[in-house]
């Protein structure tokens, strides 16, 4: 896994125990949930950033599920090098 918060173990038990689909619809919540906070953040003047660290962290630990559902770690891995080399080049 990309970030290595969970273990290959803990995704398959978790998928295992839940199901593909739920799992795939709690990222959609996690990621919902922090871009609420972060639009808080923004908006808001909100003195949130503990909430921010709390929603990343759970979006990290889920994209470490749909990475392990889709078996994409070398094609995200090789997508993330590409796109920062891009970055590096506008910069």
Not at 51 to 76: N, P
């Amino acid at each position: 896994m990309i970030y290595k918060y969970t273990s290959k173990e803990i995704c398959e038990k978790t998928i295992k125990n839940w199901g593909r689909d739920s799992q795939l619809m709690m990222l959609l919540e996690e990621m919902s949930e922090l871009q609420k906070e972060v639009l808080k953040n923004m908006n808001r003047n909100k003195d949130n950033v503990k909430e921010i660290a709390e929603e990343t962290a759970d979006v990290l630990i889920m994209l470490e599920r749909l990475i392990y559902i889709y078996q994409i770690e070398d094609l995200v891995t090789q997508q993330a090098e590409f796109k920062v080399n891009r970055l590096k080049q506008y910069l």
